[in-house]
């Protein structure tokens, strides 16, 4: 699924669920450097513009959501 299908889903759960008692969760991160995200951080210019758009201006870390994901378990 794609990020917005995802907080969509997350939503949708969240709304239909929650009469039930049943909390929806979502970890919904930007852009982690993994190696799915190699050839936009090697490209200077894409990799200028996805961090303009990042308030915290860097790439995230797999240990930046790590907590939240075992949190969430």
């Known amino acids: 699924m794609s990020w917005t299908s995802d907080c969509a889903c997350a939503r949708s759960l969240a709304c239909e ?4 008692g049943i909390n929806v969760n979502a970890i919904a991160p930007g852009y982690i450097e993994t190696n799915n995200t190699q050839a936009l951080r090697a ?3 894409r990799s200028a513009v996805i961090l303009g758009r990042i308030p915290a201006g860097r790439w995230g870390e797999p240990e930046d ?9």
Do not use: E, N
Request: aromatic share 12%; proline share 6%.
């Open 17 to 20: 669920w929650a009469a039930k």
């Open 43 to 45: 490209d200077p210019d």
């Open 65 to 73: 959501i790590g907590d939240a994901a075992v949190f969430l378990l």
